[in-house]
């Protein structure tokens, strides 16, 4: 028997992106908030280094500074219109957390404290500028607690440990999900007038990675196998600090601190390759760099890591070399309780994951896969568009990482995603309850959930001998060497030929567990499906585009080609094989120049 529940509104997710949409389309809609997890252990809780807006706190910044650094640090291909609005909406986005109690860190005089992260500068001497608004490392976590609490003083209804596996599309527009309840393995039917998806990003396509086991693309995965396409999926951002082996994510902010990189021979290497903006460059840019120092044999002590050295007489005698001051003129010197005070849970990380203390030793680190650029297609309403004309789909949304704008491009700026997800969490949930206002309730199809039964059914009753496990290793191994950091036409061929051959493993997936109850087995099957759904998308996307530009960076073409490549890929699952379009994309103020560092 099939559960059926009837929202105006509901929203798959409940991280920043999911819970921002849920506050503000409960103001005037019935609103339900669908999670595989419990809303306070979505992803966005782990983020730490900050959320970024030009409050001009500590010294003189702009938004208009903000939308200029953002679309550089796309490499120009974020559509210039969003940024802008995005840029201009955080200081008021950011005024809003406050208010509604979200405990950010404070400067001596009261005011919301703020942070250098890469890629944010002042414009006019390219030096970087304090624009991370943060509370100490637990950035995200607040932000998660907060709106969280929020929700539940309006009201919203939250349905937790359920799991989205299919949308149901009636005549062309959204009309509701169809989940599945983990702790009874129930199917429920969730009749909609507008659905928003804000599923997060698919990190855990990748070996070494930053992201929850949560972040398997579903909701991207679901919207491609209704036929519609997903944007610009090869650019996918590597941050350049994970712990060594684990992926765990040093935040951005310990080089905002001052901590620098140094590699196997004692230098510190990103001064040859950013030399004005040094260890904080963008993202791209230094996990390349360490990539180079690691293949040149400049690892530590041979191995592929590199450090991430926060000590305080380390990072003093930097600032002391690099003339860096504190807003007040005076020289930037730290201490070893400054450090403890401003990343505590950083050192906590480090002390226990790797026996490692921080403030007197330095981290090891490698780049690990972290963020997700492209996704589904949206306007800047949080509208789901399907080809490239912009043609909003009726009653679809989608915001957050799940979601494609474009305001990342091909690469994101640290502290744009936070931003992102309040931006236009708060947009799509408006949006989305304005448009539930003006339709009615359409009628659904007798058979709405029977898509998933069947397969569900049948993913248990196969007798083949695959275990999940290994299919995703070999996935995660294939992505992470060829569809990584950089990338040849002949690697991501060789993944592509991979990734069909594992699918085709994957119509073979044994189940150990045939239960109704918490089938986690079984879950994680279908969400292994997801992945390798969106890995063959992505490295199909990746080997069609013949350029380097942000994330994306080929040995075999190093240069942006702007010419043929200023463009935003959509890629459609049609019939097993992936097909490729393109959209122009919007430019407004800034003519692409060549990136300096
Ligand atoms: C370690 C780390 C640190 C970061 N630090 C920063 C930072 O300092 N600043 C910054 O700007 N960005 C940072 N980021 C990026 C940023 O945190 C994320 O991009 C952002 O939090 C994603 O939010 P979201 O709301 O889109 O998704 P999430 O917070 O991940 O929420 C996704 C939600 O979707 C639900 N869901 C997923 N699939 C399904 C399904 N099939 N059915 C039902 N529910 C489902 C999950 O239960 C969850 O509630 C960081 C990311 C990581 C991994």
Not at 419 to 448: C, E, M, N, S
Not at 490 to 505: N, T, W
């Amino acid at each position: 028997m099939t559960n059926i529940h009837q929202f105006e509104v509901v929203i798959v997710g409940a991280g920043g992106a999911g819970l921002m949409a849920a506050m503000f389309a409960s103001r005037t809609a019935k609103t339900a908030v669908l999670s595989k997890l419990h809303p306070t252990r979505s992803h966005t809780g782990a983020a730490q280094g900050g959320i970024g807006a030009a409050l001009g706190n500590l010294e003189e910044d702009h938004p208009d500074w903000h939308t200029y650094d953002s679309v550089k640090g796309s490499d120009y291909l974020g559509d210039q219109d969003a940024i802008e609005f995005m840029c201009n909406e955080a200081v008021e986005a950011i005024y809003d957390l406050e208010h509604m109690g979200l405990p950010f860190s404070r400067t001596p005089e009261g005011r919301i404290a703020q942070r250098p992260f890469g890629g944010h500068t002042n414009n006019v001497t390219g030096k970087p500028v304090m624009r991370s608004c943060y509370a100490a490392d637990r950035t995200g976590h607040m932000i998660l607690q907060t709106l969280y609490q929020q929700c539940l003083r309006n009201q919203v209804n939250f349905f937790d440990e359920f799991q989205v596996l299919d949308l149901i599309l009636v005549k062309g527009a959204a009309a509701g999900v169809v989940a599945v309840e983990l702790a009874t393995g129930e199917l429920h039917i969730f009749h909609a007038k507008a659905v928003i998806f804000a599923t997060g990003g698919h990190g855990r396509i990748w070996e070494i990675t930053s992201n929850a086991y949560a972040y398997t693309g579903d909701g991207a995965a679901i919207v491609l196998r209704r036929g519609l396409p997903l944007e610009d999926m090869e650019f996918f951002q590597f941050h350049p600090t994970g712990i060594y082996k684990f992926g765990i994510l040093i935040t951005e902010g310990v080089r905002g601190e001052g901590g620098v990189l140094i590699n196997g021979e004692g230098q510190r290497f990103m001064e040859h390759y950013a030399p004005h903006v040094k260890d904080l460059a963008s993202r791209d840019v230094i996990s390349r760099a360490m990539y180079i120092e690691m293949r040149e044999g400049r690892g530590v002590n041979g191995k592929r890591y590199l450090y991430l050295d926060v000590r305080p007489e380390i990072v003093n005698k930097y600032a002391e070399i690099d003339g860096r001051t504190r807003p007040d003129g005076t020289p930037y010197r730290t201490t070893a309780q400054e450090i403890l005070t401003k990343l505590p849970d950083i050192i906590e990380f480090c002390r226990v994951y790797l026996g490692v203390d921080p403030v007197t030793q330095p981290i090891p680190v490698q780049p690990t896969a972290h963020y997700t650029m492209g996704g589904i297609p949206t306007n800047q309403y949080g509208q789901v568009v399907y080809d490239e004309k912009n043609s909003p789909m009726p009653g679809l949304y989608a915001a957050g990482e799940a979601a494609c704008v474009s305001v990342h491009g091909a690469n994101r700026l640290g502290t744009n995603s936070l931003l992102d997800l309040v931006v236009f969490g708060k947009h799509a949930g408006i949006h989305a309850a304005r448009y539930a206002r003006g339709v009615a309730f359409q009628d659904l199809p007798a058979d709405a959930a029977d898509p998933v039964r069947q397969r569900l059914d049948e993913m248990l009753n196969r007798t083949g001998k695959e275990k999940t496990a290994a299919i995703a290793d070999a996935m995660k191994a294939a992505m992470f060497h060829h569809v990584g950091v950089f990338r040849t036409e002949e690697g991501m061929k060789e993944v592509i030929e991979d990734i069909r051959a594992l699918k085709e493993r994957y119509r073979h997936v044994h189940l150990d567990d045939r239960g109704k109850i918490f089938n986690t087995d079984l879950l994680n099957a279908w969400e292994l499906g997801n992945m390798l759904d969106l890995a063959e998308v992505i490295a199909a996307s990746a080997v069609a585009r013949q350029e380097s530009r942000g994330a994306h960076a080929r040995q075999d073409f190093t240069k942006r080609d702007d010419v043929n490549w200023l463009k935003h890929t959509l890629a459609w699952q049609k019939e097993g094989a992936i097909e490729l379009r393109y959209k122009p994309v919007v430019i407004t103020k800034f003519q692409p120049k060549e990136r300096v560092y």
